[in-house]
Structures are given as C-alpha cells and as structure tokens.
C-alpha cells in the first residue's frame, strides 16, 4: 500500500462501506483460510498450487501475500491496488503447466479460476463476519457488498458478466459449477495442509493460529465441501467452538486488537492494515473506479518493487 503521505484517493470503495468494515475485521483471517482451503476445488488450481510448491515451502508466506494482495484492494488507494493487480497477472503469467486429471494445459489466469478464487474469497470472508463478527449486514450493505465485489473482480481476468452480484447469485454460481469440482490426492494434501500446516511449515504462531482457526473454517462448510473435501467433524465441535470464536473475536474486535492478532502472524497484510488505520486524508479525498485509477494513474504507478512485495507467489 503506498505510504500515508502520498495516499492517493480512498480506493475503490471508501470509508463507511461494508467491503472496509467486512475485509479489516479479525474475521478475515478465519474468512481466508477457507478460501484459500476452498481454492484446491477447483482442478486447474490444485495443479498450479501443487507445481509451484509455494505452500510448502512458505506457507505462512504465501498466506500473507495473497490476504495482503485481497486486502490492498479492498482499502488501498487505486494506484496501488492497480499496481498490485497487474505484477499478479504478471506473475501468473508464468503459471501454467499440465493438469494431471484432465490432462490439459492449465494456466492461474485462467477467467474460471480466477472467478473461483474470487468469489470463495469475497464469499468466504463475509461467510465468517456473518458467524463470527457481528452478524449478517444490513440489506442494503449486503447489496453494496456484492455490487463491490464485482467492481473488485474487475482487477482479476474474470468475465465480468459472470460474477455474481448478490447472495442468490453466488448460490447458484455454486449449484452451477459444482459438477466440476474435485479433489485429488495432491489436492487433498494442499488443503489439508493449509488448514492445519504443521510446525516445521512455518513458524510457531502460524502453526498454532492454524490449528485453532481450523475447525472454525470447517464449521462454516456446507456438508457436501465438508464431505468432498474430507474435512467432516462432530456438528457439536462447530457448536461449542462457535462461542469461543465470537468472545474471541469480540475481545479483539478493534483496530489495535485486529492489528496485534494480525501483525504478529502474518506481518504484511498487519502493514497494510496499520497503514489503512493511519492513513490520512488522501490528495483526491474520492473513490474512483479501476478504468478512472487506470487513466490518471498510468504513468505514476508504483514500482514493480513496491507492488512485487504483495503478490510474490
């Protein structure tokens, strides 16, 4: 995110919106462990995860980079989160190889799985704001929410036609693509090792976060992920840690509670909430649209240094 001095404009969405109060609460961190969990359902993903082995070898790492590269397009201003965006198309790029089910070439920029990441992330995020946080938004924010996920999904290659715009639409873009989900074994291994990465995977507070988000995660699963994915537990595990969830998340639910949890963890996304916390009025006190942060920023963008420090896979 660029530094509070030279803070661009407020972004894509602005203060007051339900994307800002949805993605900096403490509930993200739960919200992206099952979205990057959920991630290995789809078969083009589980091979580029698996070939570029970054989970295994930095799994805290590769956590924080891409709930870093989430959230900097969720608060950062627009040049950065155009920044951002580009060096991961970039990056992705270069991620393509041979799915081993199918047997076809696959590539991470793929429009379909890049709508899949996508929405499991902006789904799973509220997902657990809803359980965990402070309960379901107001109709009208719910709506805001959504019309902004389509905004934001504008950064990605999806199609823009096919991204859902309400809750009803994220149903049925599950009941529609689910006939094409799988898992294998290499899948299976990904996720299962994401949702409770052992400690010699990263270092000690992530080991621990891991384990104790984990069965909160799998508490929010409808039972056919749970089963697909064979993350099945006790329904009286998710309803007695479901409380203790939620005085934990009420006992942190502040900026300085969320950014201690955060920073201690997974230290670049903590920076680029600090920074969205003591940001100042920016030089364009507005919101603008990606096409209008594409036009006046195309020749000031940052580094590819600076936005590199997001998105390394």
Same mark, same amino acid.
């Given at each position: 995110?660029?530094?509070?001095?030279?803070?661009?404009?407020?972004?894509?969405?602005?203060?007051?919106?339900?994307?800002?109060?949805?993605?900096t609460g403490p509930t993200a961190l739960i919200g992206f462990q099952r979205s990057v969990v959920l991630e290995?359902?789809?078969?083009?993903?589980?091979?580029?995860?698996?070939?570029?082995?970054?989970?295994?070898?930095?799994?805290?790492?590769?956590?924080?980079?891409?709930?870093?590269?989430?959230?900097?397009v969720a608060v950062a201003d627009g040049r950065t989160a155009i920044a951002a965006s580009d060096h991961l198309?970039?990056?992705?790029?270069?991620?393509?190889?041979?799915?081993?089910?199918?047997?076809?070439?696959?590539?991470?920029?793929?429009?379909?799985?890049?709508?899949?990441?996508?929405?499991?992330?902006?789904?799973?995020?509220?997902?657990?704001?809803?359980?965990?946080?402070?309960?379901?938004?107001?109709?009208?924010?719910?709506?805001?929410?959504?019309?902004?996920?389509?905004?934001?999904?504008?950064?990605?290659?999806?199609?823009? !036609?096919?991204? $859902?715009?309400? +809750? #009803?639409? *994220? &149903?049925?873009?599950?009941?529609?693509?689910?006939?094409?989900?799988?898992? /294998?074994?290499?899948?299976?291994?990904?996720?299962?090792?994401?949702?409770?990465?052992?400690?010699?995977?990263?270092?000690?507070?992530?080991?621990?976060?891991?384990?104790?988000?984990?069965?909160?995660?799998?508490?929010?699963?409808?039972?056919?992920?749970?089963?697909?994915?064979?993350?099945?537990?006790?329904?009286?595990?998710?309803? !007695?840690?479901? $409380?203790?969830? +939620? #005085?934990? *998340? &009420?006992?942190?639910?502040?900026?300085?509670?969320?950014?201690?949890?955060? /920073?201690?963890?997974?230290?670049?996304?903590?920076?680029?909430?600090?920074?969205?916390?003591?940001?100042?009025?920016?030089?364009?006190?507005?919101?603008?649209?990606?096409?209008?942060?594409?036009?006046?920023?195309?020749?000031?963008?940052?580094?590819?240094?600076?936005?590199?420090?997001?998105?390394?896979?």
């Amino acid at each position: 995110m660029a530094d509070l001095a030279t803070s661009q404009d407020y972004g894509f969405f602005g203060p007051g919106s339900p994307t800002w109060k949805v993605w900096t609460g403490p509930t993200a961190l739960i919200g992206f462990q099952r979205s990057v969990v959920l991630e290995h359902f789809d078969p083009d993903l589980a091979a580029a995860v698996a070939d570029m082995r970054g989970i295994y070898t930095d799994p805290r790492g590769r956590l924080d980079r891409t709930l870093a590269y989430f959230l900097t397009v969720a608060v950062a201003d627009g040049r950065t989160a155009i920044a951002a965006s580009d060096h991961l198309m970039r990056v992705h790029a270069a991620a393509t190889g041979i799915e081993p089910i199918s047997g076809k070439r696959y590539s991470a920029n793929n429009p379909s799985s890049q709508l899949w990441i996508h929405v499991t992330g902006w789904h799973s995020v509220l997902k657990c704001y809803e359980m965990y946080g402070p309960g379901p938004l107001s109709a009208a924010e719910e709506k805001q929410y959504w019309a902004e996920s389509v905004i934001a999904a504008g950064l990605q290659t999806c199609k823009p !036609a096919d991204v $859902p715009s309400s +809750r #009803a639409e *994220v &149903r049925d873009y599950f009941a529609a693509v689910r006939p094409h989900l799988c898992t /294998s074994e290499r899948a299976h291994q990904g996720m299962h090792y994401l949702l409770r990465t052992p400690r010699r995977g990263g270092n000690a507070r992530f080991w621990a976060l891991s384990r104790l988000m984990a069965p909160a995660t799998i508490a929010t699963l409808p039972a056919w992920m749970g089963k697909l994915g064979g993350f099945e537990q006790p329904a009286a595990i998710g309803k !007695a840690y479901g $409380p203790a969830v +939620r #005085a934990a *998340v &009420r006992a942190s639910n502040s900026p300085r509670g969320a950014l201690r949890i955060i /920073s201690d963890t997974l230290p670049e996304t903590g920076r680029i909430l600090r920074q969205h916390h003591r940001r100042a009025v920016p030089l364009r006190p507005e919101t603008v649209t990606p096409a209008q942060a594409r036009e006046i920023y195309r020749e000031t963008a940052p580094s590819t240094n600076e936005s590199a420090s997001i998105v390394r896979t």
